[in-house]
């Protein structure tokens, strides 16, 4: 049991949250009385499950030694030696082979998504990870492969607007952890990822600026260009909330290296949301209305 639950913990459910992008497919196609639709969904996200958490067990073999002088990451099951390193493998083994024969199995076109996300994720664990920029870019090109995911899942077209959303909010998001990162570890951010040498915090809050700014207008132009209607303006005050709620949370100590735990404990973003995901749902239905 012991061991069971540090390879559950390894695999790091917290983090499949983000593969809840795949179901926004069934809100912005309407599809979300379709039981078909939500069982295809609901398999693509399981399936996504699996893959990112044979990721972050990579991920973790990897970089095990720099993890173990980490001030938080020394707890992970590989790093403190209560998940065999053998065992790790094994399951990835397990996890990407599962993974990727059931997305096949739901669709080529699924199945061609999980394998470029799967490339991608592979890609940063053995290379980009250590390179200045072009980790957090890998990093956002995971999400617009998972909302892609989530369309091909249910055989609908993917909005560019809607992805060009997506990569901003999530360059935003990687940047604002390579921040916290940077603030946790300090002196020592260089000795753990060769990459957090070359960021500064001055450039990162920069960098942070500019891709709110983006990730604002680009959801304001989708509302009114790339939506179905343009009653979805009426979302856009919520993403406001949510992004300056979300730079709120970073600007105190401690915020920000984990956003999915970030979302799950704090109410008002959690809140945004289900509202978020409610006013797309009577909006589109006011656009057909009239």
Known sequence: MTLFKALIKALRPKQWIKNGLLLVAIVF???????????????????????????????????VEADRGHPKKKFRPIASGELPVGVAWAAVAVLVAGGLAGSFALNTHFGIAAVTYLFITL??????????????????????????AGAEAIGVASSPWFLTCIAFGALFIGLIKRLAEIRL??????????ALEEYSE???????????????????????????TQWMMLTLPIVIFAVFRYLLLVSMEGEGGEPSSTLLKDKPLLLSVVAFLAVSIVAMKLGHAG
């Open 29 to 63: 196609s309407e599809r979300y009385l379709d039981l078909d639709a939500w069982m295809k969904v609901s398999a693509g996200v399981a399936l996504f499950c699996m893959l990112s958490s044979s990721g972050y067990l990579v991920n973790d073999l990897k970089d």
């Open 123 to 148: 890609s940063y664990s053995n290379f980009f990870k250590h390179t200045a920029i072009l980790d957090v870019m890998l990093l956002s090109s995971g999400f617009i492969v998972r909302a892609v």
């Open 185 to 194: 570890l300090k002196d020592e951010a260089g000795a753990h990822r060769k």
């Open 202 to 228: 001055p450039l990162l809050l920069q960098l942070i600026s500019i891709t709110t700014a983006c990730s604002l207008i680009s959801y304001a132009l989708y509302t009114f260009e790339g939506a179905a």
